[in-house]
């Protein structure tokens, strides 16, 4: 599935528009998820610099060396391409794209490499710098409805790879990362090739929120973090299971519970209007009340889209609302250092009445052998 030209079209609008309200008159984009979201192509960043110039009216431009304009041969019809050679610098011609336009504000993305701008700021000193992150963050938070079906096919997939899994798969006695490969080869299996990430951390780091993968053979009574994503067609999918090699002892039932609670009472606080931190709190309410707060030390979760880490950021101080079409994870967790940790996470989606989950397998306690 390729994004439909009236949406990218829609898309470069919305950001005009945001341009024009912010007072920015030319917009660069280095090669990124932001270049991809706004031109359909995913361009990569190397020392020769391919860069989205758009302008807040009128039409983008795409900077691009010669060798590599046939790449982009398919924008063409979108965008103005500005070809440079190996002998011309490619951020004088930028440059030169600025005084044609009468831009005085340039905004740039974080991904735009610090020396291409630097080279830019010498080469045009009256123009002012800006910050051209927060546009593009504040249009993407919001998923149109082709990104929506993207993701959701990300999660399906996902899920559809879990409960193969776990179905099928036994983890006493091998390593981390030997369960690793396979939980990857499963993914793949379910179409999800490209893996974005795989933790598999089992007893004590399972209490190291971003353990990835070691050594470690997996023993009876170990909880085992499971946080893994793949990538489809640029979107990414994220899920945390915690299921226990064998049985469980107490402390993880009681500990599980509270977490999954949690977790839930997170998800029924979303809908429209709420602020990202009342989701937050909403978790840590229950973790706090059960006696866990210091244990959970990260915020409650993150947006999810052409990246697997945007806006919004549920956390506390963030007092933006949420608005239906945004994309983020729950994922609260509990970790207690030398001993063990759980975290449940789904990717979750606002409504417009409130909110619905893109994972759907189970978040009962399960348990391999
Ligand atoms: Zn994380
Ligand atoms: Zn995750
Ligand atoms: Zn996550």
């Not at 210091?294 to 889209?305: S, V």
Request: one cysteine or more.
């Amino acid at each position: 599935m390729t994004v439909a030209t009236d949406t990218l079209a829609h898309r470069v609008e919305r950001a005009q528009q945001l341009m024009e309200e912010e007072g920015i008159d030319l917009l660069m984009i280095g090669p990124s998820s932001d270049f991809r979201y706004l031109t359909g192509h995913a361009a990569h960043t190397s020392e020769r610099l391919t860069a989205l110039l758009l302008p807040w009216r009128g039409r983008g431009m795409i900077v691009v060396p010669r060798l590599e304009a046939p790449l982009i041969q398919d924008l063409a019809d979108r965008f103005e391409l500005v070809i440079w050679d190996e002998t011309d610098s490619p951020t004088a011609r930028v440059a030169e794209v600025a005084r044609d336009t009468h831009a005085e504000s340039v905004a740039v993305n974080d991904q735009l490499w610090s020396g291409f701008l630097l080279r830019l700021q010498k080469q045009l000193p009256t123009a002012s710098y800006e910050n051209g992150t927060d546009i593009l963050s504040r249009l993407r938070a919001i998923k149109d409805e082709t990104e929506l079906a993207l993701l959701r096919e990300a999660s399906r997939r996902t899920d559809e790879a879990w409960e193969d899994f776990c179905a099928h798969e036994t983890v006493i006695g091998k390593t981390e990362r030997q369960v690793g490969d396979r939980l990857k080869a499963v993914m793949a299996k379910h179409g999800m090739p490209e893996i974005a990430f795989c933790i598999v951390a089992s007893g004590p780091n399972s209490a190291s929120p971003h353990h990835y993968l070691s050594d470690r053979v997996i023993q009876a009574g170990d909880p085992i973090v499971f946080d893994f994503g793949g990538i489809h067609e640029g979107y990414f999918s994220d899920i945390t299971r915690t299921p226990i090699a064998g049985e469980p002892s107490d402390e993880i039932v009681k500990v599980y519970n509270i977490v999954r609670q949690a977790q839930q009472a997170a998800f029924e606080a979303i809908k429209p209007g709420v602020a990202c931190q009342e989701v937050d709190r909403a978790a840590r309410k229950v973790i706090t009340e059960a006696g866990y707060g210091e244990y959970f030390i990260h915020r409650l979760g993150h947006g999810i889209g052409l990246t697997g880490h945007e806006d919004p950021y549920l956390v506390e101080g963030n007092e933006t609302p949420m608005e239906a079409g945004m994309v983020f994870s729950d994922e609260p967790g509990i970790y207690m250092a030398g001993k063990f940790g759980i975290r449940i996470e789904d990717t979750v989606v606002v409504t417009p009445t409130g909110a619905e989950r893109y994972n759907h397998v189970t978040r009962d306690i399960v348990t391999l052998g």
